[in-house]
């Protein structure tokens, strides 16, 4: 994880107001007051970065995807195109050994666009709003496993290592698949969260969408069908994103973020749509026999 920098370190003892035992209990306590408006400020750009991305993932499914929906040869050529920006990226990054703010923004954005696609793509099977609580629950077992027995711990370790390290060298492939912004006191772009991330909550949005529901978390019912809807946008699965992120970085801690992403969409959702709860045959035994293979893998690979 990337802690916060404090603004002010060190304090001149040269003023009268810094010198003896009170002096030190004053320097101490600006320094936690300048650490807490750091931290504020972090958090405020990393919010506003999450709002942009998500008008971007609304802006395409509102604009782009109708044109390519069921159309696998344009997606094909969309998925191509945002490979290539990838691979090239990459290869100037391995090659050359640049580290630069300029490609790193292009290449977060082109991740956000590729979710954006992935994830609209990925709703497209699903025929019943139920079907939403048995892919929620997939996705967080999913994850969960994957980041305390699986890939992701592996990746974890991987990434950790590399910024421990001061960045230096080539980055881990890993690497690439993170999202970043510009965090204050960081010279580059500093990983926030994991694009398989925001791939689940386009997914889940979409899916919303395909069914006729509001995910918006912004404005009234009224308001968020008007024009207003479509400026003002923020998912509801985007908040369990928002939570989990303070959570990690206030605890120092690599935490799995889809449990908190699904469990906030379904929970927000629920309510709101009482039809995703009408869960049949069809979507129970699903449940049952992911439930009961992930718990079976979670304890297989705490046995060796």
Known sequence: MVRRVCLFKIFPPCFPVFQGKKGALVRLWIIKRMDIMSGVFEYTVILGGLFCIARISRGYQIHIEPRIQGRIGRRLVCFSALLLIFWTGYGIVVFTGIKNNYITGVLTANLIVFAAVFGNWLASPLKRPAE???????????????????????????????????????????????????????????????????????????????????????????????????????????????????AARELNLYLPALPLIVLVFLGVMTVRYPEIRLLTRAELKPMALVFFLMVSLMVVSHMR
């Open 132 to 246: 939403l609580v048995p892919l929620c629950l997939v996705v967080a077992l999913s994850d969960i496993f994957s980041v305390f027995a699986g890939p992701t711990k592996q990746f974890a370790g991987t990434i950790s290592q590399y910024y421990e390290g001061g960045m230096e060298g080539i980055p881990p492939l890993v690497d690439f698949i993170l999202v970043k912004m510009p965090l204050p006191g960081q010279k580059f772009f500093m990983p926030v969260f994991g694009i398989t991330d925001w791939i689940v909550i386009v997914l889940l949005s979409a899916g919303a969408v395909k069914f006729n529901m509001d995910d918006n978390l912004l404005l009234t019912r009224k308001a968020r069908s008007g024009r207003r809807g479509q400026l003002l946008f923020f998912p509801v699965a985007g908040l369990g994103l928002i939570l989990s992120i303070v």
